[in-house]
């Protein structure tokens, strides 16, 4: 925890981000449902990172702020799990279902993705206003820039983890599953999540519905995350169906 902190108070460059999970893609096996995510999610940080870097942002610095809070929930999850502890409700089925053998790698790249986009980068938006004292408007353009990137490399991580042709008896309804999650709907719905929950921040007497409003959004992004690693692999379906993972639902 004390690691995605430094991170958030030192956010000059999405370096130090960038820099950790190339250290944790080191200490997980290539198959494990987390690792598979990390791997997405590295290549998506160093795309946006040379992005900055040749001034595809008009506002640096809140572009950089953004990035790094935005990839500090997911870090934190991380350390949380590393730690014994329990991670926010939409990240729980991803280190649940980690191992399980009926989870495609597709499967745990989006369920992933969703986790991070459905709740973490609403909250990321709230941080970032808070940090840069501006409203959720004056990071427009970061926001759908950052949106552009993902759904430029959605295509590119379907490709790339999508079951080959010898997986084609598995193949018809892992299509369905996932055809039924689309990243441009999660993105509107996490841009309109942050909106709604800045304003709930605002007045005097919502704090409560605030902190409402941030957990059941994070459960049901942990029920479509979990709808997503539904097991489809038969022989992972034919086992006793109980994963390997530690964290409880």
Do not use: K
Request: net charge negative; with cysteine.
């Amino acid at each position: 925890m004390a690691q995605t902190q430094q991170f958030t108070s030192t956010a000059g460059s999405v370096d130090p981000v960038v820099a950790r999970m190339r250290a944790l893609r080191s200490l997980w096996p290539e198959s494990d449902g987390v690792a598979v995510f990390n791997r997405v999610y590295l290549t998506v940080t160093e795309e946006i990172g040379r992005h900055i870097d040749a001034g595809g942002f008009v506002d640096r610095r809140a572009a950089v702020t953004l990035d790094v809070r935005f990839a500090g929930r997911y870090l934190a999850a991380v350390d949380a799990v590393a730690a014994g502890g329990r991670p926010p409700a939409c990240w729980r089925p991803l280190f649940q279902y980690r191992r399980h053998p009926g989870v495609r790698p597709l499967q745990f790249a989006l369920a992933g993705i969703n986790a991070h986009i459905g709740h973490d980068l609403a909250l990321a938006v709230v941080d970032t206003c808070r940090a840069l004292r501006c409203e959720p408007e004056a990071l427009e353009r970061e926001f759908d820039r950052v949106g552009d990137i993902l759904t430029l490399l959605e295509e590119r991580i379907r490709e790339e983890v999508m079951p080959g042709p010898d997986l084609l008896e598995v193949a018809d309804p892992l299509t369905h599953l996932l055809g039924c999650w689309s990243l441009e709907r999660a993105r509107d719905a996490a841009w309109l999540a942050a909106r709604s929950l800045w304003q709930l921040h605002r007045f005097p007497g919502l704090p409560e519905l605030a902190e409402e409003f941030t957990e059941r959004l994070d459960r049901s992004v942990g029920l479509v995350s979990r709808m997503l690693l539904t097991p489809v692999d038969r022989c992972g379906a034919q086992s006793s169906g109980s994963s390997t993972g530690a964290i409880s639902s």
